[in-house]
């Protein structure tokens, strides 16, 4: 039995380096499950991370996940709900007891339980709620008050500061007297008496310091604060461009209210290019966890869209009936212009939503970045209509098709360079989201394009 131990600890940790559970160790915990051997079970969850028990909890199916919960009982800790899928938070609130729900959240910060609080349905909400103390039931409600997707969402409210007159001494005694301090800090603010920052002080600085050093003398250069309402993502495009750690969040009388760390607004930046991929791909903000109605209302709208957008292209096909009757081989040829250009398209528009996110591509920049994204589709266009000439004629036997599709060729990647550049661009100044809306434009005008030029060409050199 030492020995079965041992090689799933063994496991679980080789499965570690990977950034993955092994399927020994989920194999035993759900025999742990099966049996109700609860002690069991909390000897192989008790080394797994927080991240590790929500993606298992997101890949067991819902009669398991119940059951392994249930059993796990008040050892359920309130960081595995900060990690868990949106999708199935609501599932294990509801399965958790009052008493387990209560104790996992106490221990979370103000910051992770309004995340977790602000995606769940009503009745979950009040759960969570009401099972925090008064004073922490106030400062989430408040922070729940602020707009969505602002910095007074994102901020905990938990803020190590001192006033702008202490010493060095000071701060490290009353960080040593203090009850509570938050987690994770990097730095104490400073505040006049009315509660407005003067600047911060790194820990490495007061603990490097003397004692009778007067913290202004040590105050950080830059400093940066935030306001309640501001963007989250303008707060997470601050913190990667400036380097930030830590920076406080200021109410509309400009006193500290909160404090944004640099985990929180890696979160942010992560979930924003998560979401531009998912747009780009026309499958909106869904998750493994989805049901399938709910996977199916999501994607259906684009496939919609995508249906238009064919629709369109064969409306151009049908303007070219007699040619393409009379030259077989245009039907054989038509579908790899298109592909060619909508590759050739996606390409600059993921490059141009990428930069638009992360405000590379500005006024500054965009005709150099047009003008860049045409020659290259010319470039391209010219080597393979090269290719595609000599196919024609090996092929088919016919220079002047090999001429018409390579022609065709190199006007459609032209046209694919400046449409997957210039509709998000345009698409954003219009303030529409550019990950939303760019794939359709972008894939109607390389269609469309691509078949009139090559139909268009055929009808005036072969007939």
Request: avoid cysteine; hydrophobic fraction near 50%; charged fraction near 25%.
């Amino acid at each position: 039995m030492v020995e079965d131990n041992a090689d799933i600890k063994e496991e679980a940790d080789l499965e570690e380096d990977g950034y993955t559970l092994s399927a020994k160790v989920l194999s035993a915990i759900l025999f742990a499950v099966d049996t109700g051997d609860r002690a069991k079970l909390i000897e192989l969850m008790e080394p797994l991370h927080a991240a590790d028990i929500a993606d298992m909890l997101e890949q067991v199916n819902a009669y398991d996940r119940r059951r392994l919960i249930l059993l796990y009982g008040e050892e359920f800790d309130g960081e595995i709900l900060s990690e868990l899928d949106e999708g199935i938070r609501d599932e294990v609130i509801h399965v958790l007891k009052p008493e387990v729900l209560a104790e996992a959240v106490r221990d979370m910060e103000s910051d992770d339980v309004v995340d977790l609080v602000e995606d769940l349905d009503e009745e979950a909400q009040e759960a969570v709620l009401a099972s925090l103390e008064d004073v922490d039931r106030l400062a989430v409600e408040k922070s729940l008050s602020y707009p969505e997707f602002s910095a007074g969402r994102l901020m905990q409210r938990e803020v190590v500061m001192g006033p702008e007159h202490w010493t060095v001494g000071q701060a490290i005694d009353f960080m040593r007297e203090a009850e509570e301090l938050p987690d994770d800090f990097y730095h104490m603010v400073l505040t006049d008496p009315k509660m407005h920052p003067v600047g911060h002080v790194t820990l490495g600085k007061i603990l490097g310091a003397p004692r009778s050093q007067p913290l202004i003398e040590l105050l950080e250069p830059g400093f940066r604060t935030f306001r309640v309402d501001e963007s989250e993502t303008d707060v997470a495009y601050a913190f990667n461009q400036y380097h930030m750690i830590s920076a406080p969040v200021l109410d509309e009388n400009d006193r500290v209210v909160g404090v944004i760390t640099i985990d929180d607004a890696m979160n942010v930046l992560d979930e924003e290019h998560e979401e531009d991929i998912m747009r780009l791909a026309g499958v909106g903000e869904g998750s493994l966890a989805d049901r399938v109605s709910d996977t199916v209302k999501q994607r259906l709208p684009w496939l919609a869209v995508n249906l238009v957008t064919a629709i369109l292209a064969s409306m151009v096909i049908a303007q070219f009936e007699d040619t393409i009757a009379r030259f077989v081989a245009l039907a054989v040829l038509m579908p790899i212009v298109a592909s060619m250009g909508g590759n050739a398209g996606t390409q600059a528009l993921t490059v141009a939503v990428r930069a638009i996110a992360t405000r590379d591509l500005t006024g500054a920049n965009v005709w150099r970045v047009i003008r860049r994204e045409v020659l290259v589709g010319l470039a391209n266009g010219l080597v393979f209509a090269v290719i595609m000439g000599v196919v024609g004629i090996v092929w088919f036997g016919s220079p002047a098709l090999g001429a018409v599709i390579g022609t065709a060729m190199v006007i459609n990647l032209v046209i694919a360079g400046l449409a997957g550049i210039g509709v998000p661009v345009l698409l954003e100044r219009a303030g529409v989201d550019p990950a939303l809306a760019s794939g359709a434009f972008v894939t109607t005008v390389t269609d469309v394009v691509g078949f009139f030029a090559f139909l268009g060409l055929a009808g005036v050199v072969l007939l």
